[in-house]
């Protein structure tokens, strides 16, 4: 293993063969139950398919990403710290909300990719977990330009967690192949993830109307944001 890495290493496990890293880009504002259910979800799906999970990530947006409700990173940060400080393989990577400017998610994998081969001097596996309504904005060139998809799938394979109602929809083979030929076998549905329908929307509309976050984000995470009086306002 190489020291140089430039993400977090503490919780990488020695990759003793079918290794796997899982990596999750999002707003997480705030980080909610339901990120944390879809990592351990797609880190189940992995162990089912035979694969040693090494670690995982969740890399936090940047701030100048255009999207209701986000707040400054370094709040984002250290709630996304707060979830994970108690989890065996879950680590928070500051590199894509730390840059200069937005990057889009491809560059972000890719950072992983070059992180990872440095860490652990061969090409591990790398995955992208994400829900179904990225999955599906995947085939949407004003959404995604097909390069940036074909570069992230040349980075990582694609882990989909969906909703219970959207599993009838994700159809690698028809989807994939129809419009990224040669990718269908780096895309796969985590077809056995609990339904949860709370979202950083509904956290954040709860707390505005006056309500209680409690069981929807981690008690640290919930702590924080009362301290903080994050999300009272509509902006």
């Given at each position: 293993?190489?020291?140089?890495?430039l993400?977090?290493?503490?919780k990488l496990?020695?990759?003793?063969g079918?290794?796997?890293v899982l990596v999750?880009?999002?707003?997480f504002?705030?980080?909610t139950?339901a990120?944390?259910?879809?990592m351990?979800?797609?880190?189940n799906?992995?162990l089912?398919r035979?694969f040693?999970?090494?670690?995982g990530y969740?890399?936090?947006?940047?701030?100048s990403y255009?999207?209701?409700?986000?707040?400054?990173?370094?709040h984002?940060?250290e709630m996304?710290q707060?979830?994970?400080?108690d989890?065996?393989?879950l680590?928070?990577?500051?590199?894509?909300c730390?840059?200069?400017?937005?990057?889009p998610t491809?560059l972000?994998?890719?950072?992983f990719?070059r992180q990872?081969?440095?860490?652990?001097?061969?090409?591990?596996?790398l995955a992208?977990?994400?829900?179904?309504d990225l999955?599906?904005s995947l085939?949407?060139p004003e959404?995604?330009?097909?390069?940036?998809?074909e570069?992230l799938?040349?980075?990582?394979s694609l882990?989909v967690?969906p909703?219970?109602?959207?599993?009838n929809?994700c159809k690698?083979d028809?989807?994939?192949?129809?419009?990224?030929?040669?990718?269908?076998?780096?895309v796969?549905?985590v077809?056995?993830?609990?339904?949860?329908?709370i979202s950083?929307?509904?956290?954040?509309?709860?707390?505005?109307?006056?309500?209680?976050v409690k069981?929807?984000?981690p008690?640290?995470v919930?702590?924080?944001i009362?301290?903080?009086?994050l999300?009272?306002?509509?902006k």
């Open positions: 293993m190489n020291t140089t890495c993400c977090p290493t503490r496990r020695e990759n003793n079918n290794g796997i999750n880009c999002g707003s504002s705030p980080i139950l990120h944390l259910l879809l351990e979800s797609a880190h799906f992995a089912y035979g040693q999970v090494l670690g969740l890399s936090p947006v940047h701030d255009r999207k209701t409700g986000l707040i400054h990173s370094r984002r940060l996304c707060l979830a994970v400080e989890s065996s393989w680590m928070v990577d500051s590199w894509e730390s840059r200069s400017e937005y990057s491809f972000a994998m890719e950072h990719r990872m081969d440095s860490f652990y001097g061969d090409r591990v596996q992208f977990v994400c829900g179904s999955y599906h085939f949407d959404i995604w330009p097909k390069e940036h998809v570069r799938l040349d980075s990582a882990f967690v909703r219970t109602e959207d599993l929809k690698v028809k989807q994939v192949a129809g419009y990224l030929p040669g990718y269908q076998d780096k796969f549905i077809n056995q993830a609990p339904l949860c329908q950083s929307t509904l956290v954040r509309d709860t707390i505005r109307k006056g309500g209680s069981y929807m984000v008690d640290s919930h702590r924080y009362i301290r903080h009086g999300f009272h306002s509509s």
